[in-house]
T-cell receptor, first 111, second 115 residues
């Protein structure tokens, strides 16, 4: 049972490039989330989804997009990377309001 | 609006000492959940405990214990006889009941346990 899997683990982007952070879970959880963690800070919610085909903005959605075509997958897309998006990104999933299970994170640097 | 405050940015203890990590929260919701997560140096987030606001009973799990006091809006975490493997950043978090999208994290407390 893999839980929540994020790829890649590390990535360096140039300003203006785009990329997709992948997230998949095998626990059949209906809820999925994307967070970012800046140095010395807690996690802030970017986007979340309560089920396939349904997504909604979190606290810091600007500069990101998501989709949820299947229960298992919840990719996060950066269209025009900016230095302010340098962060560690965590994907999580849960069954409704049960505790969230987190992936190992993606460390993203934008130069 | 809700807020979670972990005033201790960093704590250093010697192995076998007891240590308490403080967590104070603010919320207007009448029912909510409180959480603690551990983030070891490897970076992943590990769920430790969830407490319902209805349940003020303290909980003990091995060397870990949690003290929930609704009157002071606190949910403190104590590690007894700390070990080097306890070195990590610990996050306290708050979520109103029924709103999984509103999990609010504190800024974390970095615990360093040395020999």
């Amino acid at each position: 049972n893999a839980g929540v899997t994020q790829t890649p683990k590390f990535r360096i982007l140039k300003i203006g490039q785009s990329m997709t952070l992948q997230c998949t879970q095998d626990m059949n959880h209906n809820y999925m989330y994307w967070y970012r963690q800046d140095p010395g800070m807690g996690l802030k919610l970017i986007y979340y989804s309560v089920g396939a085909g349904i997504t909604d903005k979190g606290e810091v959605p600007n500069g990101y997009n998501v989709s949820r075509s299947t229960t298992e997958d919840f990719p996060l897309r950066l269209e025009l990377a900016a230095p302010s998006q340098t962060s560690v990104y965590f994907c999580a999933s849960s069954y409704s309001t049960q505790p969230q299970h987190f992936g190992d994170g993606t460390r993203l640097s934008i130069l | 609006a809700q807020k979670v405050t972990q005033a201790q940015t960093e704590i250093s203890v010697v192995e076998k000492e007891d240590v308490t990590l403080d967590c104070v929260y603010e919320t207007r919701d009448t029912t909510y959940y409180l959480f603690w997560y551990k983030q070891p140096p490897s970076g992943e987030l590990v769920f430790l405990i969830r407490r319902n606001s209805f349940d003020e009973q303290n909980e003990i799990s091995g060397r870990y214990s949690w003290n929930f006091q609704k009157s002071t809006s606190s949910f403190n975490f104590t590690i007894t006889a700390s070990q080097v493997v306890d070195s990590a950043v610990y996050f306290c978090a708050l979520m109103p009941t029924g709103t999984a999208s509103k999990l609010t994290f504190g800024t974390g407390t970095r615990l360093q346990v040395t020999l």
